[in-house]
């Protein structure tokens, strides 16, 4: 019982923290991207702390949460489809030998999320405005946006594998109290 009511408190905090975070990208839309992003770092806390099935219980109440609270649906949109899922996907993914096929994977489902993301952006939200842009740039624009941000997803992969291990070796025994 215990471990079940640690676990409740736990997802709790951190979709508070989560939805925080969201709530901010409205007042500050310029980190539109940012708090997502540490939103979904705050995630790893749940995956190290007491598993995976209840980082998407926590990812899922956020996610849906966030669509109705927050007023950046951008914001949520990125959540949803990236930043909250992939902390939690990469535990599994960095499994994966040999390393370039794990690369290979992780580039896939970013990739693939990126995708989903700018076309239901479009859709939902009427942003016709970024098929114009991407006009502009020729018929390559979206290929050649995709791989521009493929190094930055992989700077964003290594840190979010650095924080883990910040977390196991420096937060969580000074959390615990256990020096």
């Given at each position: 019982?215990?471990?079940?009511?640690?676990?409740?408190?736990?997802?709790?905090?951190?979709?508070?923290?989560?939805?925080?975070?969201?709530?901010?990208?409205?007042?500050?839309?310029?980190?539109?991207?940012?708090?997502?992003?540490?939103?979904?770092?705050?995630?790893?806390?749940?995956?190290?702390?007491?598993?995976?099935?209840?980082?998407?219980?926590?990812?899922?109440?956020?996610?849906?949460?966030?669509?109705?609270?927050?007023?950046?649906?951008?914001?949520?949109?990125?959540?949803?489809?990236?930043?909250?899922?992939?902390?939690?996907?990469?535990?599994?993914?960095?499994?994966?030998?040999?390393?370039?096929?794990?690369?290979?994977?992780?580039?896939?489902?970013?990739?693939?999320?990126?995708?989903?993301?700018?076309?239901?952006?479009?859709?939902?939200?009427?942003?016709?405005?970024?098929?114009?842009?991407?006009?502009?740039?020729?018929?390559?624009?979206?290929?050649?946006?995709?791989?521009?941000?493929?190094?930055?997803?992989?700077?964003?992969?290594?840190?979010l594998d650095g924080l883990c291990e910040l977390y196991r070796m420096r937060l969580r025994p000074r959390i615990?109290?256990?020096?």
């Amino acid at each position: 019982m215990e471990r079940i009511s640690y676990r409740v408190a736990l997802g709790g905090i951190v979709s508070a923290f989560c939805l925080v975070g969201m709530f901010l990208t409205g007042i500050f839309p310029l980190l539109y991207l940012v708090l997502p992003m540490i939103s979904g770092v705050l995630l790893l806390i749940i995956v190290e702390e007491v598993g995976t099935q209840w980082a998407w219980v926590t990812y899922i109440a956020v996610g849906l949460l966030s669509l109705f609270v927050t007023y950046d649906k951008e914001a949520a949109l990125i959540f949803i489809m990236f930043f909250g899922c992939y902390p939690i996907l990469q535990k599994y993914i960095n499994r994966i030998q040999p390393k370039i096929l794990r690369v290979l994977v992780k580039l896939l489902f970013f990739n693939g999320s990126i995708l989903c993301y700018f076309h239901l952006n479009v859709r939902l939200f009427g942003m016709e405005d970024l098929i114009e842009t991407f006009q502009e740039w020729g018929k390559y624009g979206g290929m050649i946006t995709l791989i521009v941000l493929n190094p930055f997803f992989l700077m964003y992969d290594s840190s979010l594998d650095g924080l883990c291990e910040l977390y196991r070796m420096r937060l969580r025994p000074r959390i615990s109290g256990k020096h």
